[in-house]
């Protein structure tokens, strides 16, 4: 789209909106034959029509529906920096973007998360929940300034560090003949029905080496997704539930306890930081009190 500018993104962005040029001329605040002008110049710079005028309305052709998601993405860039802009002027300190892997970003993340917040009233977060691989796109694409995930993590453009190192556990009812050992050797769980990760779940190999080095077959009655999902199941009867435990140590369920296996099934969680981009003040103070707040496994 050469020689297009961010007035044509505009105006086109708001007559998808409005529907007419009319609206959209008072929504921007200028003057019908401007909006007119700029849409007509924006035809021209593209070489194809973007609107039909039908009823008096204009109706997006195919082309411009096929613009609209590109175009929406920019637009929603320039309304956040328009809102960091405001931030920064009324003297808040702006907005982190963090994204994290589900038992992370449920778990100690958030906890840690309320307690910057509370100790830095300035500033404001968002905060996304998602797979290890999803995290590592949005760290990579700059649209998350920091990420957390499990290993394994492998990009050019991202650096990984660190945090704390993890291990699957075994969280059962406190009623479970195996509630009363402090820790569980993996062969104990031989005879008992087990929830664990879905085959293609980033923490299901070290499961399936452990076990399988331990030589046992247990049933493996539930695959789940997500560490959340197995904890609940755990809950409700169905099992023991081989899962990382950050959840459950971040929010207790009564009658719900977790044991440390053994031999232990070690996961590192990796803190994710883009290589080349910038950090802010705000960015810099998180992550230490990220590394202060969060709890060695």
């Known amino acids: 789209m050469a020689n297009v500018n961010l007035k044509h993104i505009e105006v086109f962005h708001a007559i998808m909106r409005t529907g007419s040029v009319t609206a959209a001329a008072r929504m921007l605040n200028v003057t019908q034959p ?6 007509k110049h924006f035809e021209q710079r593209l070489q ?3 609107f039909e005028r039908r009823g008096g309305r204009l109706v997006p052709t195919p082309e411009a529906q096929a613009l609209l998601p590109d175009i929406s993405g920019i637009y929603g860039r320039i309304e956040a920096i328009e809102r960091l802009a405001q931030d920064l002027a009324g ?8 994204a994290a892997s589900s038992p992370i970003a449920n778990g100690f993340l958030a906890r840690a998360v309320a307690g910057f917040l509370t100790a830095t009233p300035g500033a404001r ?7 290890s691989p999803q ?18 993590v492998v990009h050019p453009d991202v650096i990984a560090e660190v945090l704390a190192h993890n291990s699957v556990a075994c969280v059962m009812r406190e009623d479970h003949p195996l509630a009363l050992h402090d820790e569980v050797q993996i062969g104990d769980l031989a005879t008992y029905p087990l929830i664990t990760y879905l085959p293609q779940a980033l923490l299901r190999p070290y499961v399936d080496r452990a076990l399988g080095e331990a030589g ?6 539930v695959q789940v997704g997500l560490s959340i999902t197995g904890i609940a199941l755990a809950f409700h009867g169905a099992g023991i539930a081989l899962v990382e435990p950050q959840l459950l140590r971040a929010l207790p369920l009564p009658g719900m306890i977790a044991r440390p296996l053994l031999p232990r099934i070690e996961v590192k969680t990796l803190l994710l ?3 080349s981009a910038p950090r802010s003040h705000l960015l810099e103070s998180f992550i230490s009190h990220l590394r202060q707040d969060f709890p060695p496994m």
Request: net charge neutral; proline share 4%.
């Open 34 to 39: 401007a909006v007119s002008a700029i849409l």
């Open 216 to 221: 046992i077959s247990p049933e493996i009655r």
């Open 125 to 131: 977060v968002t905060l996304q929940s998602l797979a």
């Open 91 to 98: 003297g808040r300190l702006g907005t982190l973007s963090i």
């Open 135 to 152: 995290v590592l796109d949005r760290v990579a694409n700059g649209e998350a300034e920091l990420g957390m995930a499990y290993e394994p």
């Open 273 to 275: 930081l883009h290589r």
């Open 48 to 50: 194809m029509k973007l």
